[in-house]
C-alpha cells in the first residue's frame, strides 16, 4: 500500500549542499505527518526535521538554520534541503510519513534510507 522511498543521497565536502527526496505513494501527501530522521553508526537515530498536515515545521537544533523540509503535494515529494554541510551531518538519512488511521491516529511507514557523508 505506502511506500516511502528515499533518493539524493551522496558524498561531498564540507560546506556543500544536496538535496533529499522521498517519494510516498499510495497516500494523499497533504494528509501526512512527514519527516527525516538520521542515524549515524554507534549513534541512536534522530530526528532532523518534521512537517505537519498543516505545515508546521520542526527542526533539530543541529540542523535548524542549515536544513529545510519543503514538500510537492503534487509530485507527492518531500524534500530535504541541506546546507553548510559538516562532517558531523554524516548518516544514512531516512523519511517517514505518517499517514492518517482514524480514529486511532496515524500509522508511521519508513523509507530504507538513503546514505549521506560529507568529508572534511
Known amino acids: 500500500q505506502v511506500q516511502v522511498a528515499e533518493s539524493g543521497g551522496g558524498w561531498l565536502q564540507a560546506g556543500g549542499s544536496l538535496r533529499l527526496a522521498c517519494k510516498v505513494s499510495?497516500?494523499?501527501?497533504?494528509?501526512?505527518?512527514l519527516g527525516w530522521y538520521r542515524q549515524a553508526p554507534g549513534k541512536q537515530r534522530e530526528l532532523v526535521a518534521q512537517?505537519?498536515?498543516?505545515?508546521?515545521?520542526n527542526y533539530a537544533d543541529a540542523v535548524r538554520g542549515r536544513f529545510t523540509i519543503p514538500k510537492d503535494n503534487a509530485k507527492s515529494t518531500v524534500y530535504l534541503h541541506m546546507a553548510s554541510l559538516k562532517p558531523e551531518d554524516t548518516a544514512v538519512y531516512l523519511c517517514?510519513?505518517?499517514?492518517?488511521?482514524?480514529?486511532?491516529?496515524?500509522?508511521?511507514?519508513w523509507g530504507q534510507g538513503t546514505q549521506v557523508t560529507v568529508s572534511s
Open positions: 499510495g497516500s494523499i501527501l497533504s494528509d501526512n505527518k
Open positions: 517517514h510519513a505518517d499517514v492518517p488511521l482514524p480514529p486511532v491516529g496515524r500509522k508511521r511507514y
Open positions: 512537517i505537519t498536515s498543516e505545515d508546521t515545521t
